[in-house]
C-alpha cells in the first residue's frame, strides 16, 4: 500500500505561482510514475504532468507546458509541482496519483500517461484558486 498526501495549495492572483507537493509513504519501491492531475468543478479530470520515478523523465499536458514543472525528491520521497504564471483557468483540485506498472514508462512517452484508471494510489487533493 502507498499513501499520498498532497500539500501547497492555496489562493493566489492570476501571473503568480504555486508549489504543490506530494509526499508518498508506505511501500514506494513499488511506485513506477507518479503524476498531477487536476479537476475543475463540473469538468472531466485531466493530467497535468508525470514524471518517472528515481528517473528524470516528465511529460505534460498541453495546457500547462512552460508554465508548470515536476520534478522529484527520491530521497524523500516527494514530488512537486511548481506553477508559474497560474491563471484563472488552473483554479481547480490538485491530485497526485502512483502507477506501479512499468508499462506507465511507454504510457509516458506515447501520450498516454493520464489515463486515470492506469493509477493504482490516488490522494485526497489539494484545491488551487487562481482569482483574476
Known amino acids: 500500500q502507498v499513501q499520498l498526501l498532497e500539500s501547497g495549495g492555496g489562493s493566489v492572483q492570476a501571473g503568480g505561482s504555486l508549489r504543490l507537493s506530494c509526499a508518498a509513504s508506505?511501500?514506494?519501491?513499488?511506485?513506477?510514475?507518479v503524476a498531477w492531475f487536476r479537476q475543475a468543478p463540473g469538468k472531466e479530470r485531466e493530467g497535468v504532468a508525470v514524471v518517472y520515478v528515481n528517473f528524470s523523465n516528465t511529460y505534460y499536458g498541453d495546457s500547462v507546458k512552460g508554465r508548470f514543472a515536476i520534478s522529484q525528491d527520491v530521497a524523500r520521497n516527494t514530488v512537486f509541482l511548481q506553477m508559474n504564471r497560474l491563471e484563472p483557468e488552473d483554479t481547480a483540485m490538485y491530485y497526485c496519483a502512483a502507477d506501479v506498472s512499468a508499462a506507465c514508462y511507454i504510457r509516458a512517452r506515447d501520450g498516454t500517461w493520464a489515463a486515470e484508471q492506469e493509477y493504482t494510489y490516488w490522494g485526497q487533493g489539494t484545491q488551487v484558486t487562481v482569482s483574476s
Open positions: 508506505g511501500d514506494t519501491a513499488s511506485n513506477r510514475c
